[in-house]
T-cell receptor, first 117, second 113 residues
Framework: GAVVSQHPSRVICKSGTSVKIECRSL??????MFWYRQFPKQSLMLMAT?????????EQGVEKDKFLINHASLTLSTLTVTSAHPEDSSFYIC?????????????FGPGTRLTVL | AQSVTQLGSHVSVSEGALVLLRCNYS??????LFWYVQYPNQGLQLLLK??????LVKGINGFEAEFKKSETSFHLTKPSAHMSDAAEYFC???????????FGRGTSLIVHP
């Protein structure tokens, strides 16, 4: 199957700093990328959907000024957690899809563990 | 809105025993259903998906799931558990408009030697 990578895999930062997480589709062009947040022992919560070259669509309750998403190319999307606080500590997972339809499978990255001190 | 419910946050089995992970769906239209597996500190991997072509769906690693409309269920099974099957398993239903999956809360499979 197709491969989606995330960088970094783990990041520890101080409260108040900003952290950027990259998501790349390695062997296909991703028309749509998704960002999820996962709390320990819980399910994935969709944060936002981004299409290449356009603004991300955020789910209800997700602060768009807090979680900046950029999908600048068909192989790269970034999530920037601005002015991070301890409550932002979580496991962030991106996924990518190579088309808009049902038969376009969604491939998941390995996740990024963010710890805010 | 479509949703899935996974019964049991933890399932514990002995190596070699039958694995049964339960998933019930709520959908007003024919659903598209998925099972994903997540190993510790990793992303999700697709195990299998139901697309209405056949009610019994075979996936990777020896897993299969049966779609039962009368019971609104899509339970995941494997005849004989391996230690390597220990992981978190998520059932998901696909939204027919956006084609974005909604995940259940997950079931942690524990395999004892």
């Amino acid at each position: 199957g197709a491969v989606v990578s995330q960088h970094p895999s783990r990041v520890i930062c101080k409260s108040g700093t900003s952290v950027k997480i990259e998501c790349r589709s390695l062997d296909f062009q991703a028309t749509t990328m998704f960002w999820y947040r996962q709390f320990p022992k819980q399910s994935l919560m969709l944060m936002a959907t981004s299409n290449e070259g356009s603004k991300a669509t955020y789910e209800q309750g997700v602060e768009k000024d807090k979680f900046l998403i950029n999908h600048a190319s068909l192989t790269l999307s970034t999530l920037t957690v601005t002015s991070a606080h301890p409550e932002d500590s979580s496991f962030y997972i991106c996924s990518a899809r190579d088309g808009p339809g049902f038969y376009n499978e969604q491939f998941f990255g390995p996740g990024t563990r963010l710890t805010v001190l | 809105a479509q949703s899935v419910t996974q019964l049991g946050s933890h399932v514990s089995v002995s190596e070699g025993a039958l694995v049964l992970l339960r998933c019930n769906y709520s959908s007003s239209v024919p659903p598209y259903l998925f099972w994903y597996v997540q190993y510790p500190n990793q992303g999700l991997q697709l195990l299998l998906k139901y697309t209405s072509a056949a009610t019994l769906v075979k996936g990777i690693n020896g897993f299969e799931a049966e779609f039962k409309k009368s019971e609104t269920s899509f339970h995941l099974t494997k005849p004989s558990a391996h230690m390597s099957d220990a992981a978190e398993y998520f059932c998901a239903v696909l939204d027919g408009g956006s084609y974005i999956p909604t995940f259940g809360r997950g079931t942690s499979l524990i395999v004892h030697p």
